[in-house]
């Protein structure tokens, strides 16, 4: 009995995969147990299995660490390979160290190392930080190749963007049209007023669009780009932090004018919630409705006094307490004027027309600027074809040398001056083309609006969640007007029961005044109301994005 050694075994895969199919696991398991065959001494009790683990550390291997906790019941370890125990050399020295302090020999099947011995031990030490080192060398050369692969458009992250698959064999993205078209459906409720964890609850399982993955879907996969993180830096691709950031072209899921009012819209709700979250009372203008002076959001409370309750707008304190511009507002006049003054400019026909020719160039306007686009390139051809007779004049010697140079400063300021010209010309082109793009955008949401509406009395009845989608519409979700200033209401007192207030929507621009319950009040021996071709008190701080009103001298 005194001759009966016991043994006992340890293997390991790194992946899960491995770990599944086992066929390496059962490889190192059928070479330890030949080896115990071979000898009748060898007496071989458990062998230890870490299956679908890294070699990195041993805090994270719990059969190793079962191993070393039972080391005094264990006369002689087999372990298949080096690479098994551990691929980092400081790991394995100090795992050894541990067995041998217990008098456990080591023996390595595959390099038929006996780390009992002085040679052995040396040999031992020597490999183990060859193979660190080889294993270093061989992630690091797959790491690149993974780089080289992703910088030349291929995927080689086992990622793709949700709705996109790769076709390695033709090297083309393939867009999923049936998730595109659920996705779609998605933003589009969202962006007329829905909530987005409402929106994702409602979506069958299978497409795994869920709140989180929908959130993260418009945030980061949703355009024509699509970006992947990857450790270790390199040269070749741009960096952030620790991490390179690879942009792969794929097939867009939303195009650019829809992606831009999803991400207006999630900017909106981040500050302006629909629902006030102590009171749980609704409030239509909440996010929408500012304080005229220093531009604020007025927020919503609600006032109960035994059966009764009013519903107002109210100016927040703090900092800004000393601003008594609009102090508090009704909320049920300022809602019912703002939803009549969008139908007298949206939904009524004449006034809808009106609103259009106000804001946007006629067509004249883009005819004429497309053909001094035209006119600017020709000129602009023909000085850089003056400047090339220049440089054939000096070669041949037909003209002195500070007649040449002479000539080329003057080509050189109308060339600047044209170019000048042509890129002007070209923005407002441009311009006049996304305007374009908004009237005919306006349009569609007015003859949507008529279908789902059809009347004022409908109109005035409309849900809550109507009226948000509405307002959306109205306001571009959070957008900034031409003159920098954020779309929505702007409101003070003027007098008693008297408010003037101005709104700048996508689609219209105006000041009305509010008296009790007229929304359009005038009367022009009212000393209290102000001159409303004066706007000089209505300004924005370009610094700060506030309003402010400047002290005004006698």
Request: net charge positive; glycine share 6%.
């Amino acid at each position: 009995m005194s001759n009966i050694i016991r043994v006992a075994g340890y293997t390991r895969v790194s992946t899960i995969r491995q770990s599944e199919e086992g066929e390496s696991l059962k490889t190192q398991e059928a070479a330890i147990k030949r080896y115990c065959d071979a000898y009748k001494q060898l007496k071989l009790g458990e062998i230890y299995c870490d299956a679908g683990i890294s070699g990195g550390t041993t805090s994270k291997r719990p059969a190793l660490l079962k191993l070393l906790h039972d080391r005094k019941n264990i006369d002689l370890l087999l372990v298949n390979d080096l690479s098994r125990l551990g691929r980092n050399t400081r790991e394995l020295l100090n795992n050894v160290e541990e067995l041998r302090k217990a008098d456990v020999k080591i023996h390595f099947l595959e390099e038929r190392m006996d780390i009992g011995t002085d040679s052995g031990n040396l040999t031992f030490i020597v490999l183990s930080a060859v193979a660190e080192f080889i294993r270093k060398s061989t992630a690091k050369a797959s790491h690149s190749n993974k780089i080289a692969r992703c910088v030349s458009g291929i995927p080689a992250t086992g990622k793709t963007p949700w709705g996109r698959t790769y076709d390695k064999e033709n090297n083309v993205w393939i867009l999923d049209e049936e998730k595109k078209s659920v996705f779609v459906n998605a933003i589009d409720e969202f962006i007329n007023g829905g909530s987005l964890r409402e929106i994702g609850s409602n979506i069958p399982k299978k497409y795994n669009l869920t709140y989180g993955n929908l959130y993260k879907v418009l945030k980061t996969a949703a355009g024509s780009t699509w970006q992947v993180k990857l450790k270790e830096k390199t040269v070749d691709v741009e960096k952030d932090g620790k991490f390179q950031i690879i942009t792969f072209n794929v097939p867009p899921l939303l195009d650019e004018g829809k992606l831009k009012l999803a991400y207006e819209k999630l900017a909106f709700n981040k500050t302006n919630p629909r629902i006030d979250a102590e009171k749980k009372e609704l409030y239509l203008l909440r996010g929408y409705l500012r304080c005229w002076t220093c531009g604020k959001s007025l927020f919503g409370q609600c006032q109960k006094n035994g059966k009764y309750k009013s519903n107002y707008y109210h100016h927040p304190s703090g900092k800004w307490q000393n601003c008594q511009s609009a102090p508090f507002v009704s909320l049920e006049k300022i809602e019912n004027a703002i939803l009549r003054v969008i139908w007298e400019n949206t939904m009524d026909e004449d006034g809808f027309n009106e609103a259009l020719q106000s804001k946007f160039p006629s067509p004249e306007k883009k005819l004429d600027l497309t053909a001094l686009v035209l006119r600017k390139e020709k000129e602009l051809c023909k000085i850089k074809s003056d400047k090339a007779k220049l440089v054939d004049a000096l070669l041949k010697g037909t003209l002195t040398e500070n007649t040449i140079k002479a000539k080329e400063l003057e080509l050189i300021k109308e060339e600047q001056l044209v170019s000048g010209q042509l890129e002007r010309s070209k923005k407002s082109l441009t311009e006049i083309e996304n305007d374009q793009e908004v009237e005919k955008r306006l349009r569609e949401i007015r003859t949507e609006l008529l279908d789902y509406f059809s009347s004022w009395d409908y109109f005035d009845h409309m849900t809550f969640k109507d009226k948000r989608r509405l307002l959306h519409s109205t306001f571009g979700h959070g957008g900034i007007s031409e003159d920098n200033i954020p779309y929505g209401v702007y409101i003070r007192r003027i007098g008693k029961s008297k408010y003037e207030y101005r709104i700048v929507a996508v689609l219209f621009e105006g000041e009305q005044i509010l008296y009790k319950d007229d929304y359009d009040y005038y009367d022009a021996n009212d000393p209290e109301i102000p001159d409303m071709l004066d706007r000089s008190d209505f300004l924005v701080n370009k610094a700060s994005g506030l309003f402010t009103k400047p002290e005004r001298t006698e």
